[in-house]
């Protein structure tokens, strides 16, 4: 039975900011986007431009003329809070407060960040620096309402975030508890091994994700099919339904009235143009039809 407009969430994609972030706009508004996820910089350099008074104002007006929303950023991939080495983590650390500048003066409501990679140091501080990190990034914005998002990680190599516990752990630590969200990754919640290919898998799964962190923790979605088995622990994109996951576990999380409203946004892998995307949203909204 199709699921009436009110119950359905939002969905989108990455899009790109290359000719300003205003651009990334019109391109999500060619691919029908409900909500569109961007960069608001180089999402593999740490220099940063400040953003022209010009390019703010083309890109309110944009957000103006157009019906998707929300938009939110994602961090740059540099980024990590839970880095050993104090080079890296000084970077980090003022990287992502430049980036909560930016996302504030753009007028997002939130920024997802992968919670770090501890470098052989061991979880616990990998926790304890991620943790440090936010409230040094947070105390430069005590008025704003921009969140973070700590994205869910599959544990591949050293990184940290994916038991829901490690994520608890994290917002439990921080001086803002508040300030912090999760951004739930389908492909790498999978591939850390938790299975949502079943109703009845899926339902065990969001419980015990309600319990350790509370449901309403969860602010965005990055819709993801998984290369990699369950538990893998490999962070690798694959197509929506030609993955490991498969449709099944996709149409359980849309229909899911708990996340009405919500932006979902692909992650799959991209090709020249936008074929790919278009492909992988018409798939998701044929779920939705059913």
Sequence with gaps: MPIPASRRPLIGAHMSISGGVDQALMRGQRLGCDTIQIFVKSNVQWKMLPLGRGEVKRFAAAKEASEIWPVFAHSSYLINLASSDRS?????????AEEMGRVADLGLPFIVLHPGSHGGRGIREGIAKASDGLDKVLAQFPRS????????????GNSIGWRFEQIA???????????LGVCFDTCHVFAAGYDTRAHETYRRVMDEFDAVIGIRKIQAFHLNDSKGALGSHLDRHAHIGKGALGLGAFA???????????????ETPKGEGTALDRRNLKTLRSLLKQ
């Design 88 to 96: 890296v983590l000084a970077k980090s650390i003022r990287s992502l």
């Design 145 to 156: 309402r921009v969140k973070i998002l700590l994205e869910t990680t599959a544990g591949q």
């Design 169 to 179: 752990e994290i917002i439990a630590r921080v001086d803002r508890p508040e300030r």
């Design 252 to 266: 359980l999380l849309l229909r899911d009235p708990r996340f009405a409203g919500l932006p979902m946004v692909l």
